[in-house]
């Protein structure tokens, strides 16, 4: 059997220029606002959480609410929210008062997988609570007997938390590739 040993063959390693000798080791880019750990980041977790409440609150104030499955949904994905951006602003604010890096690997996939299950459950949430509104108001023209801006600011309030969890969830994607 013909097998190739070092010693036959040897591998040398590439010569050294003299601009690799001064390099140290690589440096990865300052922390983007946004990230976990930052206080942007943890302004948009505080927008998520304010957007979320207030939907919900706006949703469940209507008596007639749980009458209808998108509502209810909405209302779920809306605490959902609240739970998940209210846990991480205070993540990050303890990051930010101890001046603790939140770059672990581990640690920005779990925000990513949260972030990204969170912010489709909350768009899609909007949506249909959308869609249902829209039903109500302009199909069925029975937004005098309903609460019909109760349900419009509802569900604008839950597409704009969702617009505050789509960058939050980018760049922790962002930050997870490109490692």
């Given at each position: 059997m013909n097998v190739s040993r070092p010693s036959v063959h040897p591998v040398e390693a590439p010569p050294l220029t003299e601009g690799a000798v001064h390099n140290g080791p690589r440096v990865r880019?300052?922390?983007?606002?946004?990230?976990?750990?930052?206080?942007?980041?943890?302004?948009?977790?505080?927008?998520?959480?304010?957007f979320a409440v207030v939907s919900l609150c706006v949703m469940a104030t209507t008596s007639d609410f749980p009458s209808v499955t998108a509502f209810r949904y909405l209302v779920a994905a809306a605490g959902l929210q609240c739970l998940w951006s209210f846990s991480l602003a205070v993540v990050d604010a303890y990051a930010l008062l101890v001046r603790r890096s939140l770059q672990n690997c581990s640690i920005v996939g779990l925000f990513t997988i949260g972030d990204a299950i969170t912010s489709t459950l909350t768009f899609s949430a909007a949506c249909s609570s959308a869609g249902i509104t829209v039903l109500i108001g302009n199909d069925?023209?029975?937004?005098?007997?309903?609460?019909?801006?109760?349900?419009?600011?509802?569900?604008?309030?839950?597409?704009?938390?969702?617009?505050?969890?789509?960058?939050?969830?980018?760049?922790?994607?962002?930050?997870?590739?490109?490692?």
């Open positions: 880019m300052k922390d983007v606002q946004g990230m976990p750990g930052t206080t942007g980041g943890l302004a948009l977790r505080l927008l998520q959480f304010i069925l023209n029975k937004c005098g007997v309903n609460h019909c801006a109760q349900f419009e600011s509802a569900t604008a309030m839950a597409f704009i938390s969702w617009f505050a969890v789509s960058p939050s969830f980018l760049l922790n994607f962002w930050s997870l590739a490109s490692r």
